[in-house]
Nanobody, 127 residues
């Protein structure tokens, strides 16, 4: 069974850091484009960052550029989201998503592009 499991969320003060991890089980991560999304209460689920299979392409939403870094370790079947200089507006449930792609350089930035989702992990940033 193919599953994604996020970890690393929690409560942090503004200006602090967290690292989210996403583990894929059941398949080789190297075959999947990956993304991190977030959803705050009353808002839509939006892309935060995305990374291609080979990690040669990345995408960040404007509000996190320079503060967040997406990376992957295909050998360990893990994807990470390093979040620095956190702000209260970063508070949301963060979701990991995967989509099988043939092209190792393909990025997926829309939620409709992803076929596999994790359960989410809560990130709360206090002011």
């Amino acid at each position: 069974q193919l599953t994604l499991i996020e970890s690393g969320g929690g409560l942090v003060q503004a200006g602090g850091s967290l690292r989210l991890s996403c583990a894929l089980s059941g398949r080789a991560l190297a075959n999947y484009a990956m993304g991190w999304f977030r959803q705050a209460p009353g808002k839509e689920r939006d892309v935060v960052a995305a990374i291609s299979r080979s990690a040669d392409n990345t995408h960040y939403t404007d509000s996190v550029k320079g503060r967040f870094t997406i990376s992957r370790d295909n050998a360990k079947n893990l994807v990470y989201l390093q979040m620095d200089s956190l702000k209260p507006e970063d508070t949301a449930v963060y979701y990991c998503a995967a989509d099988y792609t043939l092209n190792p350089s393909t990025l997926r930035t829309g939620s409709n592009s992803y076929t596999i989702w994790g359960q989410g992990t809560q990130v709360t940033v206090s002011s």
